[in-house]
């Protein structure tokens, strides 16, 4: 026994009858081409921003880290009975030119038996002019604290 269905299809016509084309140009199809690099366009914005978000996360964490290098590179060379320099040079030169540069804030305070130095760095911005109400990501601010030898 065979069983046959019946597919009725919008307009009452059968698949495999003329398809129908929507208005446009004669002879052209109607087609979704562009629709994805629209819809990809639209959310390139908010692609960027988490892009540049996560540099200045990432930028944030380099200048702690600078930071912390700064600070016991400089309480290093303070509770040395003879330097070889000052711990504020030494303080500028353990940490990258471009971050030293800009917003380098050091203090020290030492006693008898140990010296406590603190370093606060500006936090760069990833855009460019981005530094006034909503640009400010702060300072990176690390201390160290060494017994004199």
Not at 3 to 31: E, L, N
Request: aromatic share 6%.
């Amino acid at each position: 026994m065979t069983v046959t269905a019946r597919v009725k299809h919008s307009g009452g016509k059968r698949a495999d009858g003329p398809r129908c084309v929507p208005a446009g140009p004669p002879g052209r199809r109607r087609t979704d081409r562009g629709q994805v690099a629209i819809e990809y366009l639209g959310f390139l914005p908010l692609l960027i921003l988490v892009a540049l978000l996560a540099i200045q996360a990432g930028l944030a964490a380099y200048t702690a880290a600078q930071a912390g290098t700064a600070a016991r590179a400089a309480a290093r060379t303070a509770t040395q009975d003879f330097p070889t320099g000052s711990a504020r040079t030494a303080a500028r030169d353990s940490m990258s030119d471009w971050l030293a540069n800009d917003g380098f804030r050091y203090r020290e305070r030492g006693g008898t038996d140990e010296v406590t130095v603190t370093i606060e760095i500006k936090v760069p911005n990833v855009v460019p002019g981005m530094d006034g109400k909503w640009g400010k990501w702060g300072k990176a601010k690390r201390s160290s604290t060494m017994p004199r030898g």
